[in-house]
T-cell receptor, first 113, second 114 residues
Framework: GENVEQHPSTLSVQEGDSAVIKCTYS??????FPWYKQELGKGPQLIID?????GEKKDQRIAVTLNKTAKHFSLHITETQPEDSAVYFC????????????FGTGTRLTIIP | NAGVTQTPKFQVLKTGQSMTLQCAQD?????MSWYRQDPGMGLRLIHY???????DQGEVPNGYNVSRSTTEDFPLRLLSAAPSQTSVYFC?????????????FGPGTRLTVT
């Protein structure tokens, strides 16, 4: 089955700086890679996703890049703000397959004012 | 839309007790899933359903049962609770239509088994 590894487990950055979280996956058939943000006491919330036919996707301060050959994808947050502090999860799945998401172990991001 | 709702928010059980975690969605999503979240282990899939009447096992199904009699509801049953089932449980529903695929999570149920 799919295995997703996520690094780092914790990350602290100064407000205004950029943050990068990286994930690798094992199943070359995976074609959908979402990122979730989880705030304290809440369920994960989808913030951005990318499909395997696209190398990069941006949404304001958030971007995701995908390298299919190396089987890794990354989340980039620019101009970080205090409200970006949360736990971030990457995931991988095969759309039009079994629709099962395999999650990474999460990154706790802390923005230092 | 209320989205994905879960009840209860908190629950304490004694070893051997049974209970049902409720999950409902009002978005007419075909796919629904149950995950458990443990410290340092991310979210792990317990069971999932691709439509009413169809369920399948995920990564960690032992000790849990599910059924899907309607599109809206997907309850998770613990037949005989064990301390190892202490966790936060999340229900999710998925929209998969054409090129769109998004998974929405409920607020979670924090379960403690003593």
């Amino acid at each position: 089955g799919e295995n997703v590894e996520q690094h780092p487990s914790t990350l602290s950055v100064q407000e205004g700086d950029s943050a990068v979280i990286k994930c690798t996956y094992s199943d070359s058939a995976s074609n959908y890679f979402p990122w979730y943000k989880q705030e304290l006491g809440k369920g994960p919330q989808l913030i951005i996703d990318i499909r395997s036919n696209v190398g990069e996707k941006k949404d304001q301060r958030i971007a995701v890049t995908l390298n299919k050959t190396a089987k890794h994808f990354s989340l980039h947050i620019t101009e970080t703000q205090p409200e970006d502090s949360a736990v971030y999860f990457c995931a991988a799945s095969i759309v039009y397959g079994n629709e099962k998401l395999t999650f990474g172990t999460g990154t706790r991001l802390t923005i230092i004012p | 839309n209320a989205g994905v709702t879960q009840t209860p928010k908190f629950q304490v059980l004694k070893t051997g007790q049974s209970m049902t975690l409720q999950c409902a969605q009002d978005m007419n999503h075909e796919y629904m899933s149950w995950y458990r979240q443990d410290p340092g282990m991310g979210l792990r899939l317990i069971h999932y359903s691709v439509g009413a009447g169809i369920t399948d096992q995920g990564e960690v199904p032992n000790g849990y049962n599910v059924s899907r009699s309607t599109t809206e509801d997907f309850p998770l049953r613990l037949l005989s609770a064990a301390p190892s089932q202490t966790s936060v449980y999340f229900c999710a529903s998925s929209l998969s239509r054409g090129l769109v695929y998004e998974q929405y999570f409920g607020p979670g149920t924090r379960l403690t088994v003593t």
